[in-house]
């Protein structure tokens, strides 16, 4: 059974290194070594059954980007 609607959506993300604590062999440990922040988004929708109802690439980019994607 195929979908009627696919979205399509991609975010993009600045990296910036941080500094990470020791390694402690007795113990699990995670290295997290960079931040990501999301810098900017792209969507689309695409109905299968009624092309009237796809939607053009929309992007943004700015401030605020993960409140924007709502």
């Known amino acids: 059974m195929t979908v009627p609607f696919v979205i ?3 975010f993009e993300a600045l990296t910036e290194k941080i500094n ?3 390694p402690n062999n007795d113990k699990s440990f ?3 070594y960079q ?3 999301a810098s900017g988004f792209g969507y689309k929708v695409v109905c299968h ?3 009237s109802y796809s939607k053009p690439v929309q992007f ?5 980007v ?5």
């Open 60 to 64: 943004y980019r700015g401030k605020d």
């Open 20 to 22: 990470t604590c020791i």
């Open 49 to 51: 059954s009624d092309q």
């Open 30 to 32: 995670t290295d997290p």
């Open 8 to 10: 399509y959506a991609d």
């Open 66 to 70: 993960i409140e924007n994607f709502n």
């Open 35 to 37: 931040k990501h922040t």
